[in-house]
């Protein structure tokens, strides 16, 4: 089947610019989470879509950061105002809730992006 | 504080030998250990995960063992070959983070043929 799918692959905006990055998760995964990668670094967690429960915003850096999810479908992550410091490889991964943990996450290739 | 440390340098080795990747942490209880890997311009790919209540796991040419008392976590490929060569990110499992993981930066192996 389909795996995690993300678009666009590659951005490219200018500072103070608002972005929107867009994940499409596995058919069926109720847990979304949305990551950001710096060159050379791990993975850095920004938010957590479980269910209808209200999201997991912990890791969000700044308020212009901002993501939704539509049921346990489609999730966009918006940047607004974006600055020089946020171009990385922002990452999505889907799973299956599992309660008490133990989930595999399936990540998306990833859409990388590049503030000027 | 809370750390992950991964070798940070890369590890180069010689096709055919076993390649071994150290995951040390600080201050977490993770209740599970998961092993991803990573290809240039890639998303992470999920490879083994282990409990803690776990010694050792193993997946074909990948062997996983998980020492809470050390805070450990050494992830072997046996008999390397040059499409192993990737970066390997480890990540933990913790309860107080629900379901979230906590990644390690990851360590890039290459393996020479």
């Known amino acids: 089947g389909a795996g995690v799918s993300q678009s666009p692959s590659n951005k490219v905006t200018e500072k103070g610019k608002d972005v929107e990055l867009r994940c499409d998760p596995i058919?069926?995964?109720?847990?979304l989470y949305w990551y950001r990668q710096r060159l050379g670094q791990g993975l850095e967690f920004l938010i957590y879509?479980?269910?209808?429960?209200?999201?997991?915003k912990s890791g969000l850096p700044s308020d212009r950061f901002s993501a939704e999810r539509t049921g346990e479908s489609v999730s966009t992550l918006t940047i607004q105002r974006t600055q020089q410091e946020d171009s990385a490889v922002y990452l999505c991964?889907?799973?299956?809730?599992?309660?008490?943990?133990?989930?595999?996450?399936?990540f998306g290739p990833g859409t990388r992006l590049l503030v000027l | 504080s809370q750390k992950i440390e991964q070798n940070s340098e890369a590890l180069n080795i010689q096709e055919g030998k076993t390649a071994t990747l150290t995951c040390n942490y600080t201050?977490?209880?993770?209740?599970?250990l998961q092993w991803y890997r990573q290809d240039p311009g890639r998303g992470p790919v999920f490879l083994l995960l282990?409990?803690?209540?776990?010694k050792e796991k193993r997946k074909e040419r990948l062997k996983v063992t998980f020492d809470t008392t050390l805070k450990q976590s050494l992830f072997h490929i046996t008999a390397s070959q040059p499409a192993d060569s990737a970066t390997y990110l480890c990540?933990?499992?913790?309860?107080?983070?629900?379901?979230?993981?906590?990644f390690g930066a990851g360590t890039i192996l290459r393996v020479k043929s």
């Open positions: 991964a889907s799973s299956l809730f599992v309660s008490g943990g133990a989930e595999t996450q399936y």
């Open positions: 201050n977490y209880s993770p209740a599970y």
């Open positions: 058919s069926g995964h109720t847990a």
């Open positions: 282990i409990r803690e209540n776990e």
């Open positions: 879509f479980q269910g209808n429960s209200a999201p997991d």
């Open positions: 990540a933990l499992d913790c309860m107080e983070y629900g379901n979230k993981l906590v």
